[in-house]
């Protein structure tokens, strides 16, 4: 990816930004990639880190350097991704972090899709569900009657009969 945005500078972007750890070298803190699509430029991909010494969060100046891009390319729109549905107090999930952080650039939410789920054999699937569940129950009480696992004093010696 890295040597397609060099090579394509009006198609793809990735940043990082990058912590003094001594002076000699530097540990990378977060990076994010932006792929330009015409008349809008996409948030693709990112992943960071936290560090304690920065007072905003490290994603901050990695997508405003990708918005300023997308700026400079004449780009109409910035696509952040998709997003939880509601704010996070009404839809606590593990994702609610990064759609807040969406959230805080403004801007139109567009639904674009959804979650379907298709069963060809709604038959079979439902027997599949329920020996899962039974399953999982099985596991559920088979833990709860184990006896606890003790070790042996160091000094313990295995009688053989």
Known sequence: ???FCREN???ARIVGLFGETSTTSNEMLGFALALAHGDHVEYAKAGTTRWARMGIPI???LLWHLILWARDLGAAWFDLGGITAGPTDESPGAHEG???FKRFFGGEEIDVGGEW???LRPFKVAIADTVTRAANAVRRMARSFS???RALPSDAR???G
Do not use: N
Request: glycine residues 0%.
């Open 1 to 3: 990816m890295i040597r």
């Open 9 to 11: 500078p009006a198609r």
């Open 59 to 61: 994603s901050y100046p």
């Open 98 to 100: 990064i759609s807040d």
């Open 117 to 119: 789920t298709l069963s």
């Open 147 to 149: 006896p606890p696992v």
């Open 158 to 160: 295995l009688a053989r």
